[in-house]
């Protein structure tokens, strides 16, 4: 008797620890791998929710970004996506457009929307709705070496493009592996900064008309710009065999007097440059004055045919809340896109944060367009061969433009 | 001859036959049936377009580039292999101090993820950082930094190189098997009726390694075209796609650009090329006698 | 000088040129491995002070020991599983002659045409519908059977070396060709298999496209994509411990070869690829 009363309370409780397993609720997380401290932000993050909420499970699944497109292209095709993911803001109309995003106001009470500045809001809205929730938000200024500076008696930072091409080529003068602007010519982003001049020179990626821009007199002087600063040996040699982190390294080296780049880097440089001295300055102007700066962000989306949107929702609340807020934004080194993370004092005391701030009324974000990418890579294709002399600027550009103003066209 | 189930070939050959058709069948009618549709960056059909993916395809003045670019890569490191791995695998055939050493050593690259292998080259051919050019002016080789990946001119050549250097472990060790399947009596023949080295080895070793020649030409002409690893990690195809093969160039429209449909017709456009002249190769040069 | 110390100078020098090159990236990456991390950008050939250090380091950050299991794992098994089925197969074929006998040869030279890349979606949609998405066992199931094309190549070569009279007087001895298989061929056999299962090892061992788009979760990387994960899109990448974790990732398939090598000029493809 005694027996059955136990088999029984025995079944009893397998049967419901069972039942409480399957009470859990799994939310799946695509994240995408800044650095390595990513992965682990995240798994906290995971653990303090399930820590609150019990029935809860949290999975994390990092990806590296070159290849997240590929892997959510291979899940959504596969309906096998996770609940949440990372995406860069650039690719979200196609996310929207096919019906992948779910649009997020139900959830949004005016508290969740007053967490944040409304410029990095904006770009995930579309058709009225809010697609994404900014998670990382970055825009671009100048790195300057104090030491290379002073060495080639320079005393004021250069604000426009004329100053810095003179500059450059002092700081070049200095020794034969001693670069005064670093210049990307590689992979990722190497039509935006291509773009940094353009802009100053006043021109407009997509012009009222709906045509590419390229084909303008500002593109030909930033291309002409670019490439005589290459020709005169301001330039690092090589250039389109340098991506973003390869100039970067340069400049860590102390070999490069100055390059353009996102406010990770001052992170990078304390922890592996220590000894370095540096400045952030403001993006040059042009003749006219523009200037322009790239404004990035990376959204958070919940997928549509996620099943498990409240719990989802709750998780992201907790994601965006001050004190996670701040340790992201702090750790990967990015600007703070809520207004209370933005007053805590490792920002508002940072000296490097400020000049990227101080640019962000000229911050300009890639436009929402679909076929962006394959609009960067043909601007990308242009410039580079424009670097290696192998064309004119001119010619380049406006073949660019001509099959950039095909894809716009569709 | 008692008949059982294990002597009938084709209860034999039928898992093996199954496993390899499932994984490859299935992919490739998908494969096919994307290639034929409009298809959505997530790869969602969203009806049949005929051959316009195929068309453009054709069309793009990008594809052609790549394709006449696919021939030299596929040549170069076919061929280039061919012609050093025949002299070292005679050499490793023969009996030497340190012999096992050197075999050891000529098989090393086949010890690492060819990723990986890319990425270490990648990391030397660095212009300014890079051991390559650091190695080469301590030795006085050259006295400026060699921008190796700043130009197709320069970096092709060297991606072809990496591409022979990774293809001569397994093609050695074909040529080895080869080289020692020859009985020792016709070389002791051929030097017993006076024949010099390069007789022997024009009328004795090559006939006889024919097909081990053969066999690896194929073999390497496969692995080699669809080889992506190498040219992705040093230069993504650039700069400007100048050193974009069709596979690369596959990755580009499929992943970056999200043109699944075009994607798709492409991969079956390689598919049928590779086809092609592998069976063209095969009934020209290869006397095939089952046995 | 005896003569074959002279040979051997001579070889030596003529192969020079080929192993340097091929040592020259394992240099690379061992010199890089051991520089500490501020010096990891300087193109130095030897670093001021080596970090060895950084081969522990390396251990942790990078998740080296799970991601090792991992590749070991699936290389064993899908091994196992190419061999399995490819051993009866290759036995048929160089055994018989049947219908089909070409086709089926034929058949596994074109499965080895496609690049995975261009069967990555499809073969994706595959493993989901078979619900077996991020679990390591759908690898072991698709290496091995993108595998099997090459193990049956190799052990038929093989296999048609080994002399069938001795099968046949076991049978004439009123052996059951099951018994006649066990006890008289596989013992024969038994070198051609061990070589067939290393190259099919490595090739997983190796594998890259495949694993990065089936595996999700940290937990279940392979070697290669983990580190492959430290390097692709990182801002900052840790050079140092990339480099240690390549060159140990290295040595277990090194070692291997060494054991190998002696195997490899013995009865590979004897009259194999004819």
Known sequence: MRKLAFTTALAGAAFLSLAGMAAAETVRVTVAEYSSKTGPYFEEAAKAFEEANPDADIQIEVVPWDVLLQKLTTDISGGANADLSIIGTRWLIDFVEQGIAAPLDEYMSDEFKDRFFPVFLEPSVMDGKTYGLPIAASARAMYYNKDLFEQAGIEEVPDTWEELAAAAEKISALGDDIAGFGLQGKEIETDVYFYYAFWAHGGELVEDDGTSGLDSEAAYKAAETYKSLIDSGATQPGVTSYNREDVQNLFKQGKVGMMITAPFLSNQIKEEAPDLEYGVAAIPAGPDGDRGTYGVTDSIIMFENSENKELAWKFLDMLFTTEWRAKFTEGEGFLPVNPEVAKQPAFADNADLKAFTDLLPDARFAPVIPGWEEIAAKTSDAVQKIYLGDAEPKAALDAAAEEINGILGN | MIRSPLTNPYVLILPGFLLAAFIILWPLYQLGLISLNEVNRFGQLRGFNDAENYIAVFTDPDFLGALWRTAIWTGGIVIGTLLVSVPVAMILNDDFYGRSIARVIIMLPWAVSLTMTAIVWRWALSGESGMLNSGLQNLGLIDQNIQWLARASTAFPVQIMIGILVTIPFTTTIFLGGLSSIPDDLYEAARLEGASRWQTFREITLPLMKPFLNISIVLNMIYVFNSFPIIWATTQGGPANSTDILVTYLYKLGFRFGKLGEASALSVMMFALLLAFTILYVSLAMRRDSK | MNKKLKKSLLYWLLLSPLIILILF??????????????????????????????????????????????????????????????????????????????????????????????????????????????????????????????????????????????????????????????????????????????????????????????????????????????????????????????????????????????????????????
């Open chain 3, 25 to 274: 990236p394992f240099a690379v990456m061992f010199i890089t491995a051991i520089k500490p991390s501020n010096e990891v950008l300087a193109p130095t050939w030897w670093p001021q002070e080596p970090a060895w250090r950084n081969f522990i380091d390396m251990w942790a950050v990078t998740n080296f020991g799970n991601a090792l299991w991992n590749s070991v794992y699936v290389s064993v098994l899908s091994t196992m599983l190419a061999l399995a089925v490819s051993i009866p197969a290759a036995y048929a074929m160089s055994r018989f002659r049947f219908k089909g006998q070409g086709f089926f040869r034929q058949f596994l030279l074109v499965s080895q045409m496609l690049s995975p890349i261009v069967l990555v979606i499809g073969l994706f949609r595959l493993v989901v519908w078979l619900g077996l998405l991020d679990n390591i066992n759908s690898i072991v199931f698709v290496y091995g059977a993108f595998n099997v094309a090459f193990t049956v190549w190799m052990l038929q070569s093989y296999f048609s070396t080994i002399p069938k009279d001795l099968e046949e007087a076991a049978w004439i001895e009123g052996a059951s060709p099951a018994k006649a298989l066990v006890m008289v061929f596989l013992p024969l056999a038994l070198p051609a298999m061990t070589v067939t299962a290393i190259f099919s090892f490595i090739n997983a061992w190796n594998e890259f496209v495949i694993a990065l788009t089936m595996l999700r979760r940290q937990e279940s990387y392979t070697l290669p994509i983990q580190i492959f994960s430290l390097v692709a899109g990182r801002y900052t990448v840790e050079w140092h411990h990339v480099m240690a974790a390549t060159f140990v990732a290295t040595i277990p398939v090194a070692i291997v070869f060494a054991w190998l090598q002696r195997y490899l000029v013995r009865g590979l493809a004897i009259g194999a690829v004819k």
